[in-house]
Every structure is written in C-alpha cells, then in structure tokens.
C-alpha cells in the first residue's frame, strides 16, 4: 500500500511584534511634510517685528530674522544658570524694580530684561542702576523703521518762519558739476608766510634770556684748569687725523680697519706741533 506523506507547514507569527523595524534607516519625510513646516516657519518670521525668540541677534534694529535663525538658533537658551540667578537676585536686591517694572527672559541672550508696562521702554540693568539706560524696545524702533519710507528720507523739510506765507526750504546737497565749478581755495600768500615765521621768531626772541657772564668757563671744559685755548663747537673738526693720527680717508669696508695709533705717538704728535706753533710765533 503507497503511504501518503503529510507535509507540515509552519508558519511565522507577527502578533507579537507591535512595530515591525521594515529598515535599517528612518524613512525620508514627505515633501509634502517639509513644505508645511518650512512655510509655517517662515510666516514665524516674515512681516514680525519682534524677531524669533531664540535668535540672539534680534536686539539689532537692522537684523530680520530668516527661515536660518530658526533651523540654527532653535528654542536659544530655555533655563540659565544657576551662577546668573543668583547674580541676577544679588543685583534685585540692591537695585529693586520701581512700579511698572518688570523683568522678562530672553530666550535668545539666555538673560532677563526689565520692561516698563506703561510707557514700552525697556532696559538691560534696573531701571535703578546708575548705569541702566532707558530706551525702546529693538522691536518699536524696527517698526518705525519700517513706517519710514525710503523717499522721506532724501527730502529735506522745509522751515517755517514767523508767518505762514513765507517758507525757505533747505540747501539742497551740491552736484558734482557745481563743485566742479567752484574756484579752488586760495592760498597762502608768501608776504602772509614771512608774517607768521617773523612773529614766531620774535615770540621765540622774547622768551629767550641770554646768560648773565658769557665770559664763565665750564668747569669740565679743558680750558678751565689748563693752558688749552678755549675752543668752539667746530674746533677739531678740520684737521682731526693731524691730532689722532688716524687715517680717515680709508673708504668702504677699510674705514673700519683703519689703524689706531697708540696714545703715545698721539701725544709726541701733539707736542710737535704744539712747538711748531710756538716756533711760528717766535719768528714773528
């Protein structure tokens, strides 16, 4: 008899597995998806004057806040240290808050500020500190930045006199051509430059005081304790290599291997026409 062969099958039970990993990777986001989230962050950022919460560059009245300071800046700085409260509550202490002022955290700078609720001003220090400054927000000065239109500011407004009927507008900014056309300054005449040197140097002549005794000697001077003629500033200069006996007509790299005599054969030197010069004298 043929026997018949049951096969069994067996097959896997998923049940148990809530979420199945299908791939390694996370799937991609729809476009679909990205499109809604970036258009939501841009309208965040588009036409608001307040700037994006996290970006730390929106004290400047000149910075707009972009898709970019979202995707970098994120939420900024949520909570601040514990070393700045506790600074930050040292500083209350000392200066406290008047009334309508009060302090807020700024996500973007990761420090608090102080807001006045009845005029809109802020400041960075209490509005006690002797150093605290008082102005409007980033925020109100961008916005009357933007109210202000490019034409207004190249219009010059004109000014109102006594009467209503007569008005003078300002002086328009001059064009290169009228420049152009203006004569060069003059200047300086030479009698005029004679004029100044000369009352320079009478000014000069005033405040100097000669010497009392121009016939006193310096004590270091040679002249002072020898038979030495007294010199001037330009004795020595002419005949210096007569004295020393150095050759100073050595040129180039000679000049500094010229040879120095030895002090005797200066002093012989001297000596000779020391009596020369008397010899010179005595035939006289």
């Given amino acids: 008899p043929e026997s018949i062969q049951n096969e069994e099958i067996i097959a896997e039970d998923y049940d148990d597995i809530e979420d199945p990993a299908q791939y390694d990777f996370e799937p991609v986001k729809k476009p679909q998806d990205n499109f809604w989230s970036e258009s939501l962050k841009r309208r965040i950022t588009e036409g608001n004057n307040l700037g994006y919460k996290g ?4 004290y400047n009245i000149f910075h707009r806040c972009t898709l970019f300071c979202i995707n970098n800046w994120g ?3 949520v909570t601040p240290s514990e070393e700045y409260l506790r600074r930050k509550e040292k500083l209350l ?3 406290p808050l008047p009334k309508y002022w009060s302090e807020v955290f700024d996500e973007g700078c990761g ?3 102080y807001w006045n609720s009845q ?3 802020v400041s960075w220090l209490p509005p006690t500190h002797p150093k605290s400054h ?3 927000s980033a925020a109100a000065l961008r916005r009357e930045l933007d109210e202000v239109s490019p034409e207004d500011d ?4 004109p000014v109102q006199l006594q009467t209503d009927t007569e008005m003078i507008p300002l002086p328009q900014p001059e064009s290169d051509y009228v420049k152009s056309q203006m004569p060069p300054p003059k200047k300086t005449k030479s009698r005029d430059l004679e004029k100044a040197i000369k009352a320079k140097s009478e000014r000069r002549s005033r405040g100097y005081k000669p010497p009392k005794d121009l016939d006193v000697i310096d004590p270091m001077d040679p002249a002072s304790y020898s038979d030495i003629p007294r010199g001037t500033w330009a004795s020595g200069l002419d005949h210096e290599d007569k004295k020393s006996g150095v050759d100073t007509t050595a040129p180039g790299s000679l000049f500094q291997m010229r040879p120095y005599p030895s002090p005797g054969a200066i002093l012989r030197n001297k000596k000779a026409q020391e009596s020369g010069n008397s010899d010179d004298s005595d035939e006289e």
């Fill in 55 to 58: 970006c730390p560059n929106k």
């Fill in 111 to 113: 420090s608090h500020y």
């Fill in 119 to 121: 005029d809109d001003t």
């Fill in 93 to 95: 202490k000392r200066y």
């Fill in 134 to 136: 008082i102005s409007k």
């Fill in 154 to 157: 190249l219009e010059f407004p």
């Fill in 75 to 77: 939420d900024g700085i």
